[in-house]
């Protein structure tokens, strides 16, 4: 029989070509290792349809991120029609295996509904658009999904605020007031600014750093930040102290999209250093009081967005495409249990 919230996610349709995998029997969780942290993997709810893919999500990690079925382009496909069978899919899945949901992402430049990038609105209704939307979305989850990826990607890789539709359209100001309405919308959730590239020193971390620091100059309801880390297998430079330095401003400070990718064809010793560097994100991570919790963004290599992003390069997640899991699975439990 097929529980509830599957058949559910299935009827939602999400995604076409959904394998019905077996996981091997023998994982041991992550979820519980380190109690001052939850770990987490992003989903695609129709992927909750293949037996193995839903048994290792749910019995392995105790966080989930829906990955594409909260973003506007599903959530408000036509203005003021709001659609959340996808999300609620997973959502429900979520709850009936005890876990805790990260929100991704209610105002971005990417994945937003044609009425949205093609409109043409003046700055008032655009502020109202942007409102409206954070309210419907947040009312619809209040008590469900904890924590929200407010604005995501806001700052461009020089560290300049990022030329989008919303600064185009009502200016630097969108920022706070998409926290005020986040905040206003659900006052019980944590708010997060989620950007990638920060986990490294350089101008997209600074660019970063100073947008948080006039967040909090300016009262904005912000609870944490985001680090994506979507990486190679080179070590970041100054991970570790870059996550302190944020953290010292006083937010919580959490790996929200992980993924290591490697090569295409090369084999165990990439693999090796792989799991080297998803140790040394996850002993960063514990390293620092405020580092909450961590994220792999896709379940395992088959479903993963890397090689359709970067060319010859893939396999970036924890377990391979017939749900195995890989060294970098074993390193990243033992750097939950201290390494
Ligand atoms: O929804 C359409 C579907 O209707 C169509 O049939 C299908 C055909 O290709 O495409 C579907 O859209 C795809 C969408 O994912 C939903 O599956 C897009 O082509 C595809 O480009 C999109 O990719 C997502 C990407 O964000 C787009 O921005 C990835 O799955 C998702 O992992 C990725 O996630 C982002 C985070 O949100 C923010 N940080 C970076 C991260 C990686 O890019």
Redesign the pocket.
Known sequence: MVAPALAAAAMAGC?GGVGDRDAPRDVAPLKGLDPQRFVGV?VQGGLLADHGYAQLVGSVFDAVTP??ELKWDVTEPERGKFEFAKADGIVDFAREHGMRVRG??LVWH??NPQWLTHGSFSRTQLIAIMRDHIRAVMAHYKGRIGEWDVV??AVDDTGKLRDTPWLRGIGPEYIPMAFRFAHEADPSAKLFYND?GTERTGPKADGVYGLVQSLLAAKAPLDGVGF?T?VDAKPPPDYEATLRKFAALGVDVELT?VDVRVPDGSGAAALRAQAEQYARLVAGCRAVARCRGIVV?GLDDKDS?VPA?YRGFGDATLFDADLKPKPAYDAVRKALMGG
């Open positions: 995604g992003a990955e594409n991704h992402t990417n994945q995501n990607e990638y994506q979507h999209e963004w967005w992003a």
